[in-house]
C-alpha cells in the first residue's frame, strides 16, 4: 500500500488548489479519528481520506468522471476496498453504492469537513473550543455552509454513531492540524 508521504506527493502532483488540499487534510484527519474509535485501520483509512479527491483537479466540471478518473493513478497502490471507498464517496454520480463501513466513513468524513470549517471560520476562536452542539445548531441552518450534504453526514449513523458523537471525532481530528489548514 501506498506510504502516507507517497498519496499526499502524489496528491499534490495533482496541482490542486490550496481550498482542495486542506479539505483532504481534514478528510484525513476524520478518516484517522474515525479509524480509530471504530478500530479500524488507522493508516489506510487517513490514505483514503488523503486521495479521496485526487482527480478532482481535472473532474469538477465532470461530476459524473469524479472518483472514477483517478482509477488509473490509484492502481496498485491501494487494496479494492480503498478503491470502492473512492468511487462510493461520489456514488450518486458515479453509480457506485456504498457498502462498508469504509465506504459509508469516508462519504461522512469528508462532507462534515465543509461544516466543521464554516463554522471555525465565524468564531472568534477558530477550532478552539468547538462543541458538537455548535454544529448541530448549524445543521438546522440550511443557509449556512449551504453546499454541505447534510444527509451524507448523517450517514454516521451507519457506523453506529450518533451525531453529536461524529461531531465530537470530526472536531477532535481537525483541532490538531487547525494551523496547517487555515483554521487556526
Not at 95 to 109: K, M
Not at 159 to 169: A, D, P, R, S
Request: proline share 5%; with cysteine.
Amino acid at each position: 500500500m501506498i506510504s502516507r508521504d507517497e498519496a499526499l506527493e502524489l496528491f499534490k502532483s495533482q496541482n490542486p488548489e490550496e481550498n482542495l488540499l486542506n479539505h483532504v487534510l481534514e478528510a484525513e484527519a476524520v478518516m484517522r479519528g474515525l479509524a480509530e474509535k471504530l478500530g479500524r485501520d488507522v493508516e489506510l483509512w487517513g490514505v483514503v481520506g488523503l486521495l479521496h479527491d485526487l482527480d478532482f483537479p481535472f473532474t469538477k466540471d465532470t461530476p459524473e468522471k469524479h472518483g472514477l478518473e483517478s482509477m488509473p493513478l490509484l492502481e496498485g497502490k491501494l487494496p479494492e476496498e480503498a478503491l470502492h471507498a473512492i468511487r462510493a464517496h461520489n456514488g450518486e454520480m458515479t453509480g457506485t453504492a456504498p457498502e462498508s463501513d469504509l465506504d459509508w466513513a469516508l462519504r461522512c468524513a469528508e462532507s462534515v469537513t465543509g461544516l466543521v470549517a464554516a463554522n471555525a471560520m465565524v468564531r472568534p476562536t477558530k477550532m478552539t473550543g468547538m462543541k458538537p452542539k455548535s454544529l448541530k445548531k448549524k445543521m438546522k441552518d440550511k443557509s449556512f455552509a449551504a453546499k454541505v450534504n447534510r444527509e451524507t453526514i448523517r450517514e454516521c449513523e451507519k457506523l453506529n454513531l450518533e451525531l453529536g458523537e461524529f461531531f465530537q471525532v470530526a472536531i477532535d481530528a481537525i483541532t490538531p492540524i487547525a494551523d496547517k489548514v487555515g483554521l487556526a
